[in-house]
């Protein structure tokens, strides 16, 4: 439960991080591992065998089969558990901001918090924290005119989580 909480606050985080308020924006259709959002023209798939939550209007989370969704929070901890949270914002101010992080990170592809990074041709910025030098969270945006299409992990107990992670952005398909 823990751990859902800490997922929200990091996502709510995200977004005061810009200095202002979002609107989510869903409609996520779940067929097998394939997630749809047909209004916003997203499609990615989920990794096999894993768990997705219809959060309403809100988003989409993708938990790790060892995951009891009900309480994330400890399945996380001690089975090493993954969640993959997507969700799709509207707001001018925000994907600007994006659009600027990316400008000033274009130069820097390998190093430090931000990097640019490119999914379905469209460019993305990846944001990863570390402790102790370990993946402890990682998260990308993409801006396409006011929206902002959002991945991000929870927590990360597991050094797995992260390829996970990297394995749905390599499925992501953003327009038609």
């Known amino acids: 439960m823990i751990l859902v909480i800490i997922f929200f606050l990091a996502l709510a985080g995200a977004f ?34 894993w768990q997705a939550r219809n959060f309403g209007e809100g988003g989409i989370g993708l938990f790790s089969p060892e995951v009891d969704a009900d309480d994330f929070a400890n399945s996380a ?69 006011n929206l902002i299409y959002h991945f991000d992990t929870s927590l990360i107990y597991s050094d797995k989580c992260i390829g996970y992670f990297e394995d749905v952005l390599k499925t992501v398909q953003i327009g038609k």
Do not use: M, W
Not at 35 to 45: A, R, V, Y
């Open 77 to 145: 901890r001690e089975k090493g558990a993954c969640l993959v949270g997507v969700s799709i914002s509207e707001e001018k101010s925000a994907a600007d901001y994006v659009r600027s992080l990316i400008e000033e990170n274009r130069k820097n592809k390998e190093d430090g918090e931000y990097q640019v990074i490119t999914l379905n041709g469209k460019e993305a910025l990846k944001r990863t924290l570390l402790k102790d030098g370990k993946v402890i969270f990682a998260e990308a945006q993409v801006p396409i005119k």
């Open 16 to 49: 005061l991080f810009y200095n202002h308020k979002a609107q989510y924006l869903g409609g996520f259709k779940i067929e097998g591992n394939l997630i749809e959002n047909d209004k916003f023209n997203l499609t990615f798939l989920a990794p096999e065998s």
